[in-house]
Structure formats: structure tokens, C-alpha cells
């Protein structure tokens, strides 16, 4: 039988105490802590679907999360506005972060981030959210925790969050607190979703990060431009070849570092710039956020720093920089921190649509039948439906790969489906570029740096 897990605040104690000897041994404790708990379900975490794939900007990594819920981007933002109508100061967040061993006043939580969830009963006998324990940290003063997320995209995926619940926001402090991350766990990179509906992430009502142990693939993206800041010598600045529309700074001194990003979001939140769509603010309200992430490389700070825009027109009623409506079969939600970095996070329908999706490709092209033929029947299948007109055109390309045989062992998604939807994934990230990687593009760059001189 296993040990009881120990309360939250023997549990934040034995953290501050492994933290002030070493980074690396607090955190392998409270990672060890949610696997032994089943708050981290291992076992469900290694029965989603993975697999890597080439594309024009590297190889990027592909997953199944058969535990995450699909979540539509307007329920998403109707959920932050509802949050951004509620009061949510509580005097215990105002007091100094270092007096703290325990959460916020035990009152039940308002969303999925709150700390009251570690410990408050929804029924008798029974907590929030079993087995999580939040350790606490220290970020720009402010009292922070760091936990690890049950859906565990990559090795040791952490999440760190406000201890105060109030909405996403990204500012001048939100540099200098994902500076301050990488300073106490310089193994990790941190980031954050971006703080308006549709780019912003699935939580927008609880200002948090996220990181862990992973390179993700625009992290290897290489610097395709470099660009020269005015009044910025010590931070090296630069275009990364991906599509998303992305910024890199390096330097060593994180104070110029995080001057410079301030300067970068001011700027873009006033940016406007017709020939590619851009427009910064209306009746809607702004437009322009972008999503900042950090690592540390020795000595240097690399900071990117993603341009997103969550307008919509009548012709994109989803977002104009968002996944378009023929691409939802594959992807509607919120493009959110980690798939802008590289890895798809896709919802568990697909591991039921994509074989049934497959088979009836197989069989249409060593049947010889034709593409309006096979749209037809996977219309006629609820589970089929909405990859009709998608795997027509498949056949049409690609039939001679699907009729022939496979070799190894079975994979009930055909590697032929692998590589397209991971094209679909590729589609979606260029789709979320504001500058698009042709003439126009290139010009809207210029212009966004003209706004420096």
C-alpha cells in the first residue's frame, strides 16, 4: 500500500527546503509526487498517439491527447469574459509572497488553476482535484506556484501559476516573471499563451505559464533575418524561419532583454498594416498580443516572442489568423502556447475518425474507385463526415501509396493519413502567421520595424 500523500503544506515545506540545495531535486520531488498520486496518469499519458514529421520548417511532433477534452474557441472566450466581470481579489494574495506556506483563503475555486483545488472537498470525502499539490515559488515578487500538468505533453510538462486568480496578461512584468522562471530552473523554458480569445490558450481566466524539459521544434528553428534594433546593443535580434510570425532576442543581460520585449509588445499592439490584415484595434477592441517564451542557453537569454492577431471579418468569422473552417475537422480550437512552438495537440476523436477515415481509403484505391465516389460514402458516416471532402482529395493524390501494401507491424492510422495531417497541422501554423512568408510579408516586417527608427 502506499504512502499517504503528504498535506500541501509539508509538501510546499519539503520543496522550499530541496530548492535552496537544488532546482533540479525539487522539482524531481514534486514530479515524483504526481506520478505516485495518479495525478499524472502515466499509463493514460502512454496510450496517446505520437509520432514526428517532416515539414518545411523542421520536424514537428504530432500527438493524439486521448485525456485532454476538444474545446471550442468560443467557449473560451465567453468563459474569460465571464471570469473578467468577477472580482477576484482576496487579501491573502496581497500579502508578501514569502509569508505563505499555504494557499489562498479555502473558498471554492473559480476555475481549473485555482489552488483552492488541491485541498477543497466538491463532495464528502472526496478533494477538487486528487493528488495535486501546488509548490510555491517566487516570481517578481509575487507569490506563484509551480505544478505539473496531468496531461503531460512532453517530459516533466509544468505549469506555473498566479496565486491570485485573475485573467491572462501579457506586459512588462510577464517578461520579467518568465526571466525570473528560467533564473530559479534554467533545465526549463516557460512561456505563455497569449491574453486574448481565439490566440490565446484554453484557460484565459487565470494568469499562468507553461514549460518543462522539452525542445520544442520552434526552439530549433533557425534565424532567417537579422534585424538591428535601434538603441538596443546588447540584445541581438532576429526573424525565425517558422511560421508563425516570430521575433528572437538573445542577450545576457536580462535587463536590456526584457526592455527590448516591452518595446517589441508596444509596438505591435499599436501595429496596423492593411496588405497583410493586420489592424490593431476597432469596435472589437485590440487586436495585437503576442506569445513570449523563454529559455536559457549558459549564460544567454533567448526570449521568443510570437506576433499573434485575433480579428475576425465576415469571411473568417473564426479568427483570420486562425485555423480555417476547412481545416476544423482536424483542428477548431484555440492555437495556444504549445502548438505555436511546434507540437499538435489533437483532440481524441481523431483516434476513432483517422482509422475508420484510412480504411475506407485503403479499400477505394485497390478498388479503383473514384474520389467523388469515396466522399460520398464517409459523408453518409457520422464518424467519417467531416473528413470527406479532405480524404477525396488524398485519394486523388496520393491512391498508388494508399493501395499498396504495408509492411511492419499494424498501425491503425495509415502513414499516409500521418503525413497529411500533419500538413493540416502545418497549414494551421502558417495560417496564424501575420506575416506571411512572401512579398507581402516581407514588407509588413519592414513596416513593423520602421516603427523603431
Given at each position: 500500500?502506499?504512502?499517504?500523500?503528504?498535506?500541501?503544506?509539508?509538501?510546499?515545506?519539503?520543496?522550499?527546503?530541496?530548492?535552496?540545495?537544488?532546482?533540479?531535486?525539487?522539482?524531481?520531488?514534486?514530479?515524483?509526487?504526481?506520478?505516485?498520486?495518479?495525478?499524472?496518469?502515466?499509463?493514460?499519458?502512454?496510450?496517446?498517439?505520437?509520432?514526428?514529421?517532416?515539414?518545411?520548417?523542421?520536424?514537428?511532433?504530432?500527438?493524439?491527447?486521448?485525456?485532454?477534452?476538444?474545446?471550442?474557441?468560443?467557449?473560451?472566450?465567453?468563459?474569460?469574459?465571464?471570469?473578467?466581470?468577477?472580482?477576484?481579489?482576496?487579501?491573502?494574495?496581497?500579502?508578501?509572497?514569502?509569508?505563505?506556506?499555504?494557499?489562498?483563503?479555502?473558498?471554492?475555486?473559480?476555475?481549473?488553476?485555482?489552488?483552492?483545488?488541491?485541498?477543497?472537498?466538491?463532495?464528502?470525502?472526496?478533494?477538487?482535484?486528487?493528488?495535486?499539490?501546488?509548490?510555491?515559488?517566487?516570481?517578481?515578487?509575487?507569490?506563484?506556484?509551480?505544478?505539473?500538468?496531468?496531461?503531460?505533453?512532453?517530459?516533466?510538462?509544468?505549469?506555473?501559476?498566479?496565486?491570485?486568480?485573475?485573467?491572462?496578461?501579457?506586459?512588462?512584468?510577464?517578461?520579467?516573471?518568465?526571466?525570473?522562471?528560467?533564473?530559479?530552473?534554467?533545465?526549463?523554458?516557460?512561456?505563455?499563451?497569449a491574453d486574448l480569445p481565439i490566440v490565446g490558450g484554453s484557460i484565459l481566466s487565470h494568469d499562468h505559464f507553461q514549460g518543462?524539459?522539452?525542445?520544442?521544434?520552434?526552439?530549433?528553428?533557425?534565424?532567417?533575418?537579422?534585424?538591428?534594433?535601434?538603441?538596443?546593443?546588447?540584445?541581438?535580434?532576429?526573424?525565425?524561419?517558422?511560421?508563425?510570425?516570430?521575433?528572437?532576442?538573445?542577450?545576457?543581460?536580462?535587463?536590456?532583454?526584457?526592455?527590448?520585449?516591452?518595446?517589441?509588445?508596444?509596438?505591435?499592439?499599436?501595429?496596423?498594416?492593411?496588405?497583410?490584415?493586420?489592424?490593431?484595434?476597432?469596435?472589437?477592441?485590440?487586436?495585437?498580443?503576442?506569445?513570449?517564451?523563454?529559455?536559457?542557453?549558459?549564460?544567454?537569454?533567448?526570449?521568443?516572442?510570437?506576433?499573434?492577431?485575433?480579428?475576425?471579418?465576415?469571411?473568417?468569422?473564426?479568427?483570420?489568423?486562425?485555423?480555417?473552417?476547412?481545416?476544423?475537422?482536424?483542428?477548431?480550437?484555440?492555437?495556444?502556447?504549445?502548438?505555436?512552438?511546434?507540437?499538435?495537440?489533437?483532440?481524441?476523436?481523431?483516434?476513432?475518425?483517422?482509422?475508420?477515415?484510412?480504411?475506407?481509403?485503403?479499400?477505394?484505391?485497390?478498388?479503383?474507385?473514384?474520389?467523388?465516389?469515396?466522399?460520398?460514402?464517409?459523408?453518409?458516416?457520422?464518424?467519417?463526415?467531416?473528413?470527406?471532402?479532405?480524404?477525396?482529395?488524398?485519394?486523388?493524390?496520393?491512391?498508388?501509396?494508399?493501395?499498396?501494401?504495408?509492411?511492419?507491424?499494424?498501425?491503425?492510422?495509415?502513414?499516409?493519413?500521418?503525413?497529411?495531417?500533419?500538413?493540416?497541422?502545418?497549414?494551421?501554423?502558417?495560417?496564424?502567421?501575420?506575416?506571411?512568408?512572401?512579398?507581402?510579408?516581407?514588407?509588413?516586417?519592414?513596416?513593423?520595424?520602421?516603427?523603431?527608427?
Amino acid at each position: 500500500m502506499s504512502a499517504p500523500l503528504p498535506a500541501p503544506a509539508e509538501v510546499r515545506a519539503e520543496f522550499d527546503r530541496l530548492l535552496a540545495l537544488d532546482a533540479e531535486a525539487a522539482v524531481a520531488y514534486l514530479h515524483r509526487l504526481g506520478t505516485s498520486s495518479g495525478y499524472i496518469d502515466e499509463r493514460a499519458v502512454a496510450r496517446n498517439i505520437c509520432w514526428t514529421a517532416a515539414s518545411p520548417y523542421g520536424t514537428l511532433e504530432m500527438t493524439i491527447n486521448l485525456s485532454k477534452p476538444e474545446k471550442d474557441p468560443r467557449a473560451i472566450a465567453a468563459a474569460q469574459a465571464g471570469a473578467a466581470s468577477i472580482s477576484n481579489a482576496t487579501a491573502d494574495a496581497a500579502q508578501p509572497a514569502a509569508s505563505h506556506s499555504t494557499p489562498p483563503s479555502p473558498s471554492f475555486p473559480q476555475c481549473e488553476l485555482c489552488w483552492e483545488n488541491e485541498s477543497i472537498c466538491r463532495a464528502p470525502g472526496r478533494t477538487a482535484k486528487p493528488g495535486l499539490r501546488i509548490a510555491r515559488i517566487e516570481l517578481s515578487g509575487e507569490r506563484w506556484g509551480l505544478q505539473f500538468s496531468p496531461y503531460a505533453y512532453f517530459h516533466e510538462h509544468c505549469v506555473a501559476l498566479s496565486a491570485e486568480h485573475r485573467p491572462m496578461k501579457i506586459d512588462a512584468a510577464c517578461f520579467v516573471r518568465l526571466l525570473d522562471f528560467v533564473d530559479l530552473f534554467p533545465f526549463y523554458f516557460i512561456g505563455s499563451n497569449a491574453d486574448l480569445p481565439i490566440v490565446g490558450g484554453s484557460i484565459l481566466s487565470h494568469d499562468h505559464f507553461q514549460g518543462g524539459r522539452h525542445v520544442l521544434p520552434l526552439m530549433k528553428a533557425p534565424i532567417e533575418r537579422n534585424v538591428a534594433l535601434p538603441g538596443t546593443p546588447q540584445v541581438r535580434c532576429g526573424i525565425v524561419r517558422w511560421p508563425a510570425s516570430t521575433l528572437r532576442l538573445v542577450s545576457e543581460d536580462r535587463v536590456a532583454l526584457a526592455r527590448v520585449a516591452a518595446r517589441v509588445l508596444k509596438t505591435w499592439q499599436g501595429f496596423s498594416f492593411e496588405p497583410c490584415g493586420i489592424v490593431a484595434q476597432d469596435a472589437d477592441g485590440p487586436h495585437n498580443t503576442l506569445n513570449p517564451i523563454v529559455r536559457r542557453r549558459g549564460a544567454l537569454y533567448v526570449m521568443d516572442l510570437v506576433l499573434r492577431n485575433n480579428r475576425t471579418d465576415k469571411t473568417h468569422p473564426w479568427g483570420v489568423f486562425h485555423a480555417h473552417e476547412k481545416l476544423h475537422h482536424i483542428k477548431k480550437e484555440n492555437i495556444g502556447l504549445i502548438e505555436i512552438m511546434g507540437l499538435a495537440v489533437l483532440p481524441p476523436r481523431l483516434a476513432r475518425e483517422l482509422p475508420r477515415t484510412g480504411c475506407e481509403l485503403v479499400e477505394a484505391a485497390r478498388a479503383e474507385r473514384a474520389p467523388d465516389e469515396i466522399e460520398s460514402r464517409l459523408r453518409a458516416c457520422e464518424g467519417t463526415a467531416s473528413h470527406a471532402a479532405w480524404a477525396a482529395d488524398i485519394l486523388a493524390r496520393r491512391r498508388a501509396e494508399l493501395a499498396a501494401p504495408t509492411a511492419g507491424e499494424y498501425d491503425p492510422i495509415h502513414p499516409v493519413l500521418r503525413d497529411e495531417v500533419a500538413r493540416a497541422f502545418t497549414a494551421i501554423l502558417e495560417t496564424t502567421g501575420v506575416f506571411k512568408r512572401n512579398a507581402t510579408g516581407a514588407s509588413g516586417w519592414n513596416a513593423f520595424f520602421s516603427e523603431f527608427a
